[in-house]
Nanobody, 115 residues
Framework: QVQLVESGGGLVQAGGSLRLSCSAS????????MGWYRQAPGKQRELVAI???????NYADSVKGRFTISRDNAKNTVYLQMNSLKPEDTAVYYC?????????WGQGTQVTVSS
């Protein structure tokens, strides 16, 4: 079983920055991908950014140039550096680990950007 624990959410003014972290524990197989998704009230959950254990990344168009995803494979931890935050970035952010066989989710962390 894999557990994901997120941290780093909070309230920030527009234009500010936040850094999210997600640590995975348990039996983690490779190859895998870790990523961040978000869900705003009344909207579907959407992909924000994803990174494979080989370092390949993919971003949603809405965050390109503002968000950076990275990971520390030795610590099984993924990070999301969020800069130039906008009110429309307000959502619950969920960490995800996918192995091709299983899909695991964190509990979510709230990010609120005030205008």
């Amino acid at each position: 079983q894999v557990q994901l624990v997120e941290s780093g959410g909070g309230l920030v003014q527009a234009g500010g920055s936040l850094r999210l972290s997600c640590s995975a524990s348990g039996t983690i197989v490779s190859p895998n991908a870790m990523g961040w998704y978000r869900q705003a009230p009344g909207k579907q959950r959407e992909l924000v950014a994803i990174i494979t254990n080989g370092g390949s990344t993919n971003y949603a168009d809405s965050v390109k140039g503002r968000f950076t995803i990275s990971r520390d494979n030795a610590k099984n931890t993924v990070y999301l550096q969020m800069n130039s935050l906008k009110p429309e970035d307000t959502a619950v952010y969920y960490c995800n680990l996918g192995t091709g066989y299983n899909n695991y989710w964190g509990q979510g962390t709230q990010v609120t950007v005030s205008s």
